[in-house]
């Protein structure tokens, strides 16, 4: 049986977190390890606000090799889309057991996604995310749990740099460039048109940024930097996050302006010299030509690649109740004709 966490469930979860995945891979690289009882207990107390939502199953017979749980966050954008309200969407962060801790470890899997996929539903959530290493075999399971992959993205690592006392050139601590600005909230229409542009239909409609006034890019950021042409057009964003274990970076290049790329690379690398010393990670996703040797002339190196997955939802819709109004039925009547004599006629 399936049901959402509850406080008879923490000596369970107590257990099992010990054997729980990770599926989100970007915040196993960016975040310190969070544990899912506590995001649990706290999605139980506040959970208009926290975001997070737990699901545990616990066969009747109480066997430990038909239990385990799954857990899904909020996406919530921050940066310049901060306080735009998002179409509804959950990104799956832990799932337990783990896939080879036993033969029914995949059936719980299974499970559990389906389940989470309904409940989701039922909360008006259109869609359900993944990141996931390419050809795992949890992305199997997630695939049979109708999961989608619409695309892949490659990450690329470079190590902090060193304390002072290194020669610090331009590959390596970049260089400001007067066509980078910090973004505005006068840029966010054009940041909009620059997504839709340099992105796939079929990526954008996975994502819910196809849709008229849809979801903005999906960018969690907290600072972004802007690339303009010299009429003043906006063709190239950076984004930058910062997390705890490290700095995550996205260039997001029009197409028509490819040759940006390593000016953006280089102004972000400046900004970060101020910051205190991170691992860099820079996420390059499969339609995103031209990245790749930017980035490994100016030390990054080639990590993982990440499946990304999507599972659209369906939203129960509660229609009108229809009140049923007597009305006259019409019948059909006789006609009295009017007779020649009556007519004057002769």
Known sequence: MITPFGL???????????????????SALLEEPAAPLRAAVRGYFFRPTAGVFTY?????AHDPRLCGF??????????????????????????????????????????????????????????LFARLPEDSPAEDVFRQASFAA??????????????????????????????????????????????????????????????????SPPFDV???????NRDGEIQGYLPILFKPRGVWLRLLVHPDAGDC??????????????????PLYCAVREYEGGVQGVLEERGFTHIETHSLLVKHTTVRVRE??????????????????????EAGEV
């Not at 790329?261 to 991170?278: F, I, K």
């Open 320 to 341: 009108p109740r229809r009140q049923l109004v007597p009305s006259l039925e019409k019948r059909a009547e006789i006609a009295p004709t009017v007779s020649r004599s």
């Open 261 to 278: 790329a390593a000016e953006m690379l280089d102004h972000g690398l400046a900004v970060l010299g101020d910051y205190p010393p991170r």
């Open 150 to 215: 619409y695309c892949h993205e490659r990450i690329f690592w470079r190590p902090p740099r060193s304390p002072e006392g290194e020669t610090r050139d331009t590959a390596t601590a970049g260089q400001s460039s007067p066509r980078m600005h910090p973004v505005q909230s006068k840029d966010h229409w054009n940041l909009q048109r620059l997504w839709a542009k340099a992105t796939p239909h079929l990526v954008l409609h996975a994502e819910g940024s196809n849709e008229p006034h849809g979801n």
């Open 222 to 228: 907290e600072r972004g930097h802007v690339w303009c």
């Open 70 to 127: 799954v857990q899904a966050r909020a996406l919530r954008p921050a940066g310049p889309w901060a306080g735009r309200k998002p179409g509804p969407a959950l990104n799956v962060v832990h799932i337990a057991p783990v896939l080879d801790s036993s033969e029914d470890a995949a059936t719980v899997w299974y499970r559990l996604l389906l389940h989470l996929c309904i409940a989701a539903g039922e909360q008006r959530v259109q869609r």
């Open 56 to 60: 545990v199953l616990r066969d009747s």
């Open 8 to 26: 008879r469930h923490i000596w369970l979860m107590r257990e099992l977190q010990g054997v729980s995945t990770a599926v989100d891979r970007k």
